[in-house]
T-cell receptor, first 109, second 115 residues
């Protein structure tokens, strides 16, 4: 099974400090990976996708095939970044979209 | 543009009762997904559909059935609800994510409690 692992369930970071949310995937060719975010009382929404290589809300994520990782980073945390973050992987063959267990990020003022 | 709409938003069921959750999308998406969200477990795929009239099992299909009779609707059924099915259920839809679709769009969720 193609798995997505987010090792941190909870992460607290001071405002202005750098943020890194970890995501590792099981190796299988060229994966397509996503980061989704869920703010309090809102639906999940796409934060960024590997193939688009865009930076959204100051977040970036680089695919490291050697380490099979797709960590999400932001240089300076803001209070509005407090949310639940999910890493997800697409299986190209059957279009299954599989999510990790999520990391709840709390920004400390 | 409503996007993805789930009905109902909240429901309390007694053990053994049945119910159907409705997901409706107005974006003409081929693909639709049902997930459940549980603390510490993240989002787990229950069933999904790659087109009208087709369904496939996800990671945790047991105890659920689905139907996709119309392209815009994806129904999730619980034939005999159990307390272990207490969860928040999310529906999502997309164009093919491997052939041009940019993202899966999510509904607002249905909070189901089985007592």
């Amino acid at each position: 099974a193609q798995r997505v692992t987010q090792p941190e369930k909870l992460l607290s970071v001071f405002k202005g400090a750098p943020v890194e949310l970890k995501c590792n995937y099981s190796y299988s060719g060229s994966p397509e990976l996503f980061w989704y975010v869920q703010y309090s009382r809102q639906r999940l929404q796409l934060l960024l996708r590997h193939i688009s290589r865009e930076s959204i809300k100051g977040f970036t994520a680089d695919l490291n095939k050697g380490e099979t990782s797709f960590h999400l980073k932001k240089p300076f945390a803001q209070e509005e970044d407090s949310a639940m973050y999910y890493c997800a992987r697409l299986n190209f063959g059957n279009e299954k979209l599989t999510f990790g267990t999520g990391t709840r990020l709390t920004i400390i003022p | 543009n409503a996007g993805v709409t789930q009905t109902p938003k909240f429901r309390v069921l007694k053990t053994g009762q049945s119910m159907t959750l409705l997901c409706a999308q107005d974006m003409n998406h081929e693909y639709m997904y049902w997930y459940r969200q549980d603390p510490g477990m993240g989002l787990r795929l229950i069933h999904y559909s790659v087109g009208e009239g087709t369904t496939a099992k996800g990671e945790v299909p047991d105890g659920y059935n689905v139907s996709r009779l119309k392209k815009q609707n994806f129904l999730l059924g619980l034939e005999s609800a159990a307390p272990s099915q207490t969860s928040v259920y999310f529906c999502a839809s997309s164009y093919s994510l491997s052939r041009g679709g940019t993202e899966a769009f999510f509904g607002q969720g249905t909070r189901l409690t089985v007592v």
